[in-house]
């Protein structure tokens, strides 16, 4: 086990290169078993969650190689994914329960062998996180769904077949699991409600390129005709918006003025309106996302909503930069039921923050004191980062694990731009 030992008050200057989004990786990572033919990823973080999946889809029967040229700079890493054959159509349990994303084989594999058995992947900290709205989504498109020991088996023998998906309300992996299904399905599928995510976008452009037919992708309905046959691709991954935000949040907090290089502006605009509410200063250069201090932080309100809206991927870093404003902030987690495990770290470390439900106030303390802390999930263990960036002396983040999950070479992206922050040995 590892620990990150942060000694706050430096102001971060200079330049942080983003990397390819997690979250965009990891679907676009399933699309290989969609098709016979080398999948090429350009632009791939180097996380724990890529090589959780990477390993996932190796049982399965993809060869997971670094591809040739593999430009091993700062522009990620470049793999080809290459299902020739499935070997199995199971995801077991102790693949499945290290990382939930793993349900995003199950659209593929029944799409492609007409059989899926994936564990169902549980819980995890932020809240239950079910995977109904998945099974039904697949059930619309003739799949029949049996629950198992801990499974889920989903099985089309003779193929999915297009209809109408209506999600009740938005699910990003929900969306992105039928829109894989939907490529290789008898027929045309309208998916309505669809998130809006820009992952989603990039997944849809990705599935293009290997010869699906995906039209109205970043919007409400998403139109899929189905296709015989996928062939190989390759693509360049999207910049992670939230690596981003959460870079852009340090840059406010300390004081400073840091270029989140390769960030796409676009992607996170909800997450740049709240930080210039706060008294950030946004300028979009050539290479990227300029966000500099005017000096002072504002209390801000927050939702967190389903894109375009504000992400509740955010909502940790946005409490950390909140414990430290000049006011009040009230802060309300609206799409999952437990995501306030940063409160009670952040409250050692001298934040006041009260929560009533599903919102926290937050009242702006004038200086933070450095403590030792523990991560709870991912994003939580950033907000505990992040206030260890401006806290009066020493923090130290136990269980690193979690911030390895999302974000790559953090303690190096960190001391490139002046901050004091050490990974050693717990
Ligand atoms: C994705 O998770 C992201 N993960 C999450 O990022 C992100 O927080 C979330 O979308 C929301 O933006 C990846 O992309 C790998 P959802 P996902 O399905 O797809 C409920 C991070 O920090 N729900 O949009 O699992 C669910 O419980 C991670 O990088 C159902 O009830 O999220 C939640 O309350 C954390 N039934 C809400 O919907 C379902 O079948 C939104 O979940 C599916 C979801």
């Given at each position: ?16 290169p983003i990397s390819g989004a997690k979250?965009a990786a990891l679907p676009l990572m399933c699309t290989c078993l969609l098709t016979d033919e080398p999948v090429t990823l350009n632009n791939l973080p180097r996380l724990?969650d890529i090589a959780?999946l990477s390993d996932?889809l190796n049982?399965?029967?993809a060869s997971v190689t670094i591809a040739a040229g593999s430009r091993g700079t700062q522009r990620g890493r470049k793999l080809t994914f290459h299902a020739a ?117 990039d997944l849809?452009k990705c599935l293009n390129s290997m010869g ?18 996928l062939h190989g691709t390759v693509h360049d991954v999207m910049p992670d918006?939230?690596e ?17 290089e390769g960030a796409n ?22 290479n990227g ?119 790559e070479r953090?303690?190096e992206k ?13």
């Amino acid at each position: 086990m590892e620990k990150l030992v942060i000694t706050g008050g430096t102001a971060l200057h200079g330049t942080i290169p983003i990397s390819g989004a997690k979250n965009a990786a990891l679907p676009l990572m399933c699309t290989c078993l969609l098709t016979d033919e080398p999948v090429t990823l350009n632009n791939l973080p180097r996380l724990a969650d890529i090589a959780t999946l990477s390993d996932l889809l190796n049982h399965l029967g993809a060869s997971v190689t670094i591809a040739a040229g593999s430009r091993g700079t700062q522009r990620g890493r470049k793999l080809t994914f290459h299902a020739a054959e499935i070997h199995d159509t199971v995801a077991p349990y102790d693949m499945v329960r290290k990382m939930r994303a793993s349900i995003l084989v199950l659209g593929g594999l029944v799409a492609r062998e007409g059989v899926a058995t994936v564990s169902l992947p549980g819980g995890c900290a932020i809240g239950n996180r079910p995977i109904d709205l998945h099974l039904k989504a697949l059930e619309a498109l003739g799949a029949k769904i049996e629950l198992e020991h801990g499974y889920v088996r989903a099985s089309a023998p003779d193929g999915l077949k297009g209809g109408t998906v209506r999600f009740p309300f938005v699910s990003v992996g929900a969306t992105e699991n039928i829109l894989m299904a939907a490529t290789l399905a008898k027929g045309t599928t309208t998916i309505e409600n669809a998130a809006r995510e820009p992952e989603i976008a990039d997944l849809a452009k990705c599935l293009n390129s290997m010869g699906a037919k995906i039209t109205g992708a970043g919007h409400e309905t998403i139109t899929v005709e189905g296709v015989e046959k996928l062939h190989g691709t390759v693509h360049d991954v999207m910049p992670d918006r939230i690596e981003a935000g959460s870079y852009a949040i340090a840059a406010l907090m300390t004081r400073g003025n840091i270029l989140l290089e390769g960030a796409n502006a676009h992607d996170m605009q909800a997450s740049l309106d709240a930080l210039q509410e706060a008294g950030g200063i946004v300028e979009v250069e050539e290479n990227g996302v300029r966000v500099r201090s005017n000096g002072h932080v504002g209390g801000l309100n927050i939702v967190t909503q389903p894109f375009p809206g504000f992400p509740t991927d955010m909502q940790a870093q946005f409490m950390a930069l909140a414990s430290v404003a000049e006011g009040a902030s009230v802060i309300t987690e609206a799409i999952f039921e437990n995501r306030f495990m940063h409160v009670p770290e952040l409250g050692r470390m001298g934040a006041d923050i009260t929560v009533n439900g599903s919102s926290a106030t937050v009242r702006g303390t004038a200086k933070l004191v450095g403590a030792e802390v523990m991560a709870t999930d991912l994003r939580a263990s950033m907000s505990l980062v992040l206030a260890g960036l401006v806290a009066e002396g020493e923090t130290t983040v136990n269980r690193l694990y979690h911030l390895d999950r999302g974000y790559e070479r953090l303690e190096e992206k960190l001391r490139q731009v002046g901050a004091v922050v050490e990974r050693v040995p717990s």
